[in-house]
C-alpha cells in the first residue's frame, strides 16, 4: 500500500481490559511517530521512533501505555487496563523526511 | 507546549483567498513553521513549511514575516472541499540530541461557504 495503515480501525472494548492498535509505516520510513486526538481537541503526541535509535516516549501519560516498533517497520501502541478516559483516535504517522509527516486514518477506540 | 497562536474559527467564501495568521512570537532563529490541516474524520495532512522565505506549492502559499514572528498561510482560490482545521506548528528543535517532534495546537477551524 502507499500510505500509512492502521488497524484495527475502530475498537469497542470493556473498561480494564488491554487493547493493541497496530501501524504499518510507509516503506522506506525511518520515523514513526504515534498520536491521539479526543473528541474535539487537538493531537497530542505520545511517542516518536527514529530508526534504531530510543524512542522518545515523552508523551506517553501513564505506565498503562507502551510501544514498541519492531524491525524498524511496524509499531504496536498497547494500552493496559483501559479506562474511560482513554478513549480516542489514536494516529500513527511516518516520515523521512523531518516534519513531513504522513498520518493514517486513525484507530478509533471507545472504552465502555 | 504549543508555542502558536491561532484564530479559532475563520470563515471563507467558495472561490475567494483565505488567508490563515499565526503567531509565533517566540521562535528560534533555527526553528521552521509548519503547516498541517485536518479534513474531517481523516488524519492530518501535511501542507507546506518555511524557515524565513517565502513558500508557494500546489497545495498553498506561506508568507513568514522578516522578523519570523508570524506567517500567514494563503489558500488562493478556497474550495468546499478546503474546508478543515488547519494547524500551524513549531518544530521543537532539541537543545542537544534527542529528537525532532511536531506538537499541534488546536488550530484554526476554517469553513468554506458558497
Known amino acids: 500500500g502507499a500510505g500509512v495503515s492502521q488497524s484495527p480501525s475502530n475498537k469497542v472494548t470493556e473498561k480494564g481490559k488491554d487493547v493493541e492498535l497496530r501501524c504499518d509505516p510507509i516503506?522506506?520510513?525511518?520515523?514513526l511517530y504515534w498520536y491521539r486526538q479526543s473528541l474535539g481537541q487537538g493531537l497530542e503526541f505520545l511517542i516518536y521512533?527514529?530508526?534504531?535509535?530510543?524512542?522518545?516516549k515523552s508523551g506517553l501519560p501513564s505506565d498503562r501505555f507502551s510501544a514498541e516498533r519492531t524491525g524498524g517497520s511496524v509499531s504496536t501502541l498497547t494500552i493496559q487496563r483501559t479506562q474511560q478516559e482513554d478513549s480516542a483516535v489514536y494516529l500513527c504517522?511516518?516520515?523521512?523526511?523531518?516534519?513531513?509527516?504522513?498520518f493514517g486514518e486513525g484507530s478509533r477506540l471507545t472504552v465502555l | 507546549d504549543a508555542k502558536t497562536t491561532q484564530p479559532t474559527s475563520m470563515d471563507c467564501a467558495e472561490g475567494r483567498a483565505a488567508n490563515l495568521p499565526c503567531n509565533h512570537s517566540?521562535?528560534?532563529?533555527?526553528?521552521?513553521v509548519y503547516w498541517y490541516r485536518q479534513i474531517h474524520s481523516q488524519g492530518p495532512q501535511y501542507i507546506i513549511h518555511?524557515?524565513?522565505n517565502n513558500e508557494t506549492n500546489e497545495m498553498a502559499s506561506l508568507i513568514i514575516t522578516e522578523d519570523r514572528k508570524s506567517s500567514t498561510l494563503i489558500l488562493p482560490h478556497a474550495t468546499l472541499r478546503d474546508t478543515a482545521v488547519y494547524y500551524c506548528i513549531v518544530r521543537v528543535t532539541p537543545i542537544s540530541g534527542g529528537y525532532n517532534k511536531l506538537i499541534f495546537g488546536a488550530g484554526t477551524r476554517l469553513a468554506v461557504h458558497p
Open positions: 517566540t521562535i528560534s532563529g533555527n526553528e521552521y
Open positions: 518555511g524557515l524565513k
Open positions: 521512533f527514529q530508526g534504531n535509535s530510543a524512542p522518545d
Open positions: 516503506s522506506g520510513h525511518t520515523a
Open positions: 504517522a511516518s516520515t523521512v523526511k523531518v516534519g513531513e509527516l504522513f
